[in-house]
């Protein structure tokens, strides 16, 4: 929208306003990287973030009543380049939210060397 200003010699001067919706508009976009970026972060390091995507989850639920985490020894898997067996770990975490519903997620690691036997060998 555009202003007009009378002046001295009755001339009329246009001056064009200045938009006072940029700095929300700023706000958002940077609001929108930050979610992005805590996306890609949980795609591709879910464990580090997974404390606070249960407290997100947790606004919509009511909140977190209670969390059980469980890790043990899955499989044992032999690989040619390795010197003995490797051992692959998972991780359960269940959460428990108010509004009594559940959610489970399972983390599993890469093999890493192990004492345990495989299969007799």
Request: proline share 12%; aromatic share 4%; charged share 10%.
């Given at each position: 929208m555009v202003k007009s200003v009378p002046m001295r010699d009755h001339s009329v001067v246009i001056k064009p306003r200045r938009r006072a919706g940029s700095s929300v508009l700023l706000l958002l976009v940077l609001v929108l990287i930050a979610a992005v970026l805590?996306?890609?972060?949980g795609i591709f390091s879910p464990a580090r973030l997974a404390y606070a995507q249960e407290q997100t989850?947790?606004?919509?639920?009511g909140g977190v009543i209670g969390r059980e985490e469980h890790t043990f020894v899955d499989a044992c898997v032999?690989?040619?380049y390795a010197d003995g067996p490797q051992a692959v770990?998972?991780?359960?975490r269940t959460i428990a939210f108010?509004?009594?519903t559940e959610l489970t997620v399972t983390f599993s690691s890469s093999?890493?060397?192990s004492v345990?036997?495989?299969g007799g060998a």
């Open positions: 805590l996306a890609g972060f989850l947790g606004l919509l639920h032999l690989l040619p770990t998972r991780t359960v108010s509004d009594g093999p890493t060397p345990a036997s495989c």
